[in-house]
């Protein structure tokens, strides 16, 4: 684990993408900052986590397919419409995932703190309308992954007790990446799995989302030790 992205250079590979990632990174960083300590997480792993999709986001697709899509959502629903939104690439699935999770698993007051009301999980098409709103504000993204990074530790409380900070991350990022809410075996197999590309469509050349996210964070480590 991790020796992908020690041998890769992902800031050569992506090259012009990962520079791009970078500035907006460092542009809400001080909002990020912000959320993240008070929750007691670390802005670097929050950052790394959503780094990969930084770098996937495309103003002119999303605009294109939120567009198209957001109608058929708001009235049908998840299974009729479940898409990417916004610079993190959230799906309304995941937004409903973390929100379900708190409220039904007796973490009321952490719900209450990030901004969910009681009522959010109700699968009306007012509550469906709320949540697109919330997953276009990038401050309302880094709540949903801050829920979803303390969702995963408890949830996968056994498996992050016993394991290494290098392979917390990993964990985590591969979670954001394929489901969160699976199993802690689900989630560790996919984090040595090669399936990230920048592409929309089908790349022949695929990366590891998790070693990326890693390679990310070992560079905030560098440059910020003491912030």
Not at 162 to 170: D, Q, Y
Request: net charge positive.
């Amino acid at each position: 684990m991790g020796i992908q992205a020690h041998a890769l250079n992902y800031r050569r590979i992506f090259d012009d993408s990962y520079t791009s990632a970078e500035r907006y990174a460092e542009g809400i960083r001080p909002q990020l900052i912000q959320i993240a300590r008070q929750y007691g997480e670390d802005w670097r792993l929050i950052e790394s986590i959503v780094f990969p999709e930084l770098m996937r986001y495309h103003k002119v697709y999303d605009a294109v397919e939120t567009s198209s899509l957001i109608s058929l959502y708001t009235t049908l629903g998840i299974r009729y419409a479940d898409f990417s939104i916004g610079r993190f690439q959230m799906k309304p699935s995941f937004a409903y995932s973390v929100e379900q999770f708190l409220w039904e698993g007796n973490y009321a007051q952490l719900a209450t703190q990030l901004g969910f009301k009681s009522d959010d999980t109700t699968d009306n098409a007012s509550n469906r309308y709320q949540r697109i709103s919330r997953l276009e504000s990038t401050n309302w993204q880094i709540r949903y992954v801050i829920g979803m990074v303390q969702c995963m530790r408890s949830r996968h409380k056994a498996y992050l007790k016993k394991a290494g900070n290098t392979h917390v991350l990993s964990f985590i990022a591969s979670g954001y990446n394929s489901g969160w809410y699976r199993s802690a075996a689900h989630i560790q197999y996919y984090s040595k799995k090669a399936m990230y590309s920048l592409s929309k469509w089908p790349s022949k050349k695929k990366y590891c989302f998790a070693d990326i996210a890693l390679f990310r964070y070992r560079e905030l480590q560098q440059r910020t030790k003491y912030s």
